[in-house]
């Protein structure tokens, strides 16, 4: 008596049992219409550094910290507050001291609004192994552009 197996029928490749094949989608998707967790950080950072409170506080860490000259602020900063960071730039107080000569950066930036059209805002800044501490005031002007009115740094160096 003969039996019949499926891997003996004719036409029909027997089944192969060797290494899994893979798959050509990326490890550790799930569903292919939802984005990487490093797109959606990507996007995240892209949004937080468009708020004016973290633009101003990128533009103002790199002047203070001797990585470009003040003038680059002229068009941002108003009266009082471009001739503070005329003052303090030459000193350059956000650089970092000793041996430790990272880039500075900034670590976060946010900002309240006491009324319409004015931002008060401060950032932590991080300069080799310390935190420092910025407070500036943006107001919105005629053309619709913020521009820096008042700038504090922390008093320690």
């Known amino acids: 008596m003969t039996t019949s197996t499926a891997s003996s029928a004719p036409g029909r490749q027997p089944r192969r049992r060797g290494p899994r094949q893979t798959s050509t989608r990326p490890p550790g998707r799930r569903d292919s219409r939802r984005p990487a967790d490093s797109a959606l950080r990507a996007a995240a950072h892209l949004a937080r550094e468009r708020q ?69 805002a401060f950032a932590r800044i991080t300069t080799g192994a310390r935190q420092r501490a910025m407070a500036f005031r943006l107001e919105l002007c005629p053309d619709n552009r913020w521009r820096c009115t008042a700038i504090e740094l922390d008093t320690t160096h």
Do not use: N
Request: charged share 20%.
């Open 52 to 120: 004016p409170p973290f633009w101003f506080a990128r533009r103002l860490l790199l002047v203070l910290s001797g990585q470009c000259p003040v003038h680059t602020l002229l068009a941002h900063a108003r009266g009082p507050a471009y001739d503070r960071l005329s003052a303090l730039a030459p000193e350059a107080p956000l650089r970092p001291r000793g041996t430790d000569r990272s880039t500075p950066a900034v670590l976060e930036a946010r900002g309240t609004q006491p009324r319409e059209g004015v931002i008060e």
